[in-house]
């Protein structure tokens, strides 16, 4: 029997105390509905974010207890299949954002499916990605609201947390206590408004330890086409330096390339990009393609 965890079992910050959902073995495949990041609460154009309650934004369904799950071991994910909702929710708020300084006027905006793309005002259409925004596991100690990312995973924003992607997470405490939500129909690479096409959604994943990547970089993610360290930080020179040194340090620890040849492979091969910007910590990403590790004789898991 598959476990399925609805929407409306949800917390509001990563941290340890929180009680779980659903207990569930490695390997275990779970579905998860999710809220879009509003919580349902923006429906129409007239619905403005001054009406919004904000001690329910971003909630994350969960958290789900991994059984066998430890305090330093690094936990998998993947994620199996991703569906969203047929209407999409878009928003922009003065002084937010990273065009907060010129936007002068609320606007609330739906956005509806039509096949695989995503309509936006009846005039451009954009392909549909559906990704998650919020997805992470409790931290060691301390409560992170979930608009927050950070070591823990959180609110990093990366439009590569899709269907068939992996990521990885190290374990703060036991059970992992996981959890995720804010999906988008579709969204750019820094999330410029301080949103993308907010929805709700529906995912399967499984989750176990891989013992042989203990001490990777987290959070960390794979597909088929690249591996890409995530960082967040105060400022983008922070983050962006954060992904470099992870991804040198996988390529170094794990791959077992010299500082230097990880370094020039990097700089050859490698790919830096923001996630989010918006956010009270900013999320850059360093990717590297998996061909170029399939020619080191290097393959994940």
Not at 7 to 24: G, M, N
Request: charged share 20%; glycine share 10%; proline share 6%.
């Amino acid at each position: 029997m598959t476990t399925k965890v609805t929407r409306d079992q949800v917390f509001f910050a990563f941290q340890p105390e929180l009680t779980p959902v659903a207990h569930v073995q490695q390997g275990e495949e779970v579905i998860m509905e999710t809220h879009d990041c509003f919580e349902g609460q923006l429906k129409t154009s007239a619905d403005l974010l001054d009406s919004l309650d904000w001690d329910h934004i971003n909630p994350a369904s969960g958290p789900v207890y991994i059984e066998g799950t430890k305090p330093g071991d690094v936990l998998r994910v993947d994620l199996l299949k991703m569906d969203v909702a047929n209407q999409s929710i878009m928003v922009t708020l003065p002084g937010e954002g990273a065009l907060g300084d010129q936007i002068t006027e609320m606007e609330t905006v739906v956005l509806k499916l039509d096949g695989d793309t995503v309509v936006y005002k009846d005039k451009v259409r954009v392909p549909k990605k559906p990704m998650i925004g919020v997805i992470g596991v409790a931290p060691a100690s301390g409560s992170v609201p979930n608009g927050t990312p950070g070591a823990h995973g959180g609110n990093m924003d990366c439009t590569l947390v899709t269907a068939g992607a992996s990521l990885y997470f190290t374990v703060g405490v036991e059970g992992a206590l996981f959890g995720a939500g804010d999906f988008h129909a579709a969204m750019g690479d820094g999330e410029v408004v301080i949103c993308g096409a907010e929805t709700p959604g529906e995912f399967r994943f499984k989750a176990q330890v891989v013992d042989t990547l203990k001490g990777l970089p987290t959070p960390f993610l794979r597909n088929e086409n690249l591996v890409a360290a995530i960082f967040s930080a105060p400022t983008l020179d922070e983050a962006a330096s954060g992904a470099t040194h992870a991804m040198a340090c996988f390529l170094t620890e794990f791959v077992g390339l010299s500082v230097n040849d990880a370094g020039m492979l990097m700089s050859l091969a490698g790919e830096l990009k923001f996630c989010q910007i918006v956010d009270p910590e900013k999320t850059v990403r360093f990717e590297f393609p998996v061909a170029v590790l399939e020619q080191l004789g290097f393959r994940m898991d």
